[in-house]
Antibody
Framework: QVSLKESGPVLVKTTETLTLTCTVS??????????VSWIRQPPGKALEWLAH???????FYSTSLKNRLTISKDTSKSQVVLTMTNMDPVDTATYYC?????????????WGQGTLVTVSS | DIQMTQSPSSLSASVGDRVTITCRAS??????LNWYQQKPGKAPNLLIY???SLQSGVPSRFSGSGSGTDFTLTISSLQPEDFATYYC?????????FGQGTNVEIK
């Protein structure tokens, strides 16, 4: 069955670069009409989409964060990696990766459990 | 970017109540609108896609409607397991955006 799992540091310091890895199973990153998204949620706040990458390697980034984000994938390892530079305490959040599927329109149909990243000064 | 505005931000309801949550887009998004449910400490769960299509495995008491800029999520008879936060999301633009969420609490 489909599953996604986020991994990475639980604590980063201000100005450091965060690297998160999403390891997927049950589907291939080369499947057409499929992709992987990164979405975050600060404690007690709403969901915020960050980036997604598709099977053809097309990438999209949040307008407000695009200068700090890079998304990439390694199909052979079934992994999608997100890097975020110049971390700040306001970036403290649970970071989710999710599969992006398509039927009539795009949606996130399977989600990882999320990983809480705390940024400290 | 397309802004999504949900109302209300929170509501109190009783088991068995009919509950309606609205979502408004800052521009027309046709029916490129999804709804998610999130329980505390858990990842969101897709309920409705393309404004009115029920995701597999989701109870039929959930329904969605709307097109253009105005959308609704309706729970026909609220169950104890439905107390959660609900988010709308537009996928008309590849720069997708979420609403701020609606917290459904027990009255």
């Amino acid at each position: 069955q489909v599953s996604l799992k986020e991994s990475g540091p639980v604590l980063v310091k201000t100005t450091e670069t965060l690297t998160l890895t999403c390891t997927v199973s049950g589907f291939s990153l080369s499947n057409t009409r499929m992709g992987v998204s990164w979405i975050r949620q600060p404690p007690g706040k709403a969901l915020e989409w960050l980036a997604h990458i598709f099977s053809n390697d097309e990438k999209f980034y949040s307008t407000s964060l695009k200068n700090r984000l890079t998304i990439s994938k390694d199909t052979s390892k079934s992994q999608v990696v997100l890097t975020m530079t110049n971390m700040d305490p306001v970036d403290t959040a649970t970071y989710y990766c999710a599969r992006k599927g398509y039927h009539i329109n795009w949606y996130e149909d399977y989600w990882g459990q999320g990983t809480l990243v705390t940024v400290s000064s | 970017d397309i802004q999504m505005t949900q109302s209300p931000s929170s509501l109190s309801a009783s088991v068995g109540d009919r509950v309606t949550i609205t979502c408004r887009a800052s521009q027309s998004i046709s029916t490129y609108l999804n709804w998610y449910q999130q329980k505390p400490g858990k990842a969101p769960n897709l309920l409705i896609y393309a404004a009115s299509s029920l995701q597999s495995g989701v109870p039929s008491r959930f329904s969605g409607s709307g097109s253009g800029t105005d959308f609704t999520l309706t729970i026909s008879s609220l169950q104890p397991e439905d107390f959660a936060t609900y988010y709308c999301q537009q996928s008309f633009s590849m720069l997708e955006t979420f609403g701020q969420g609606t917290n459904v609490e027990i009255k």
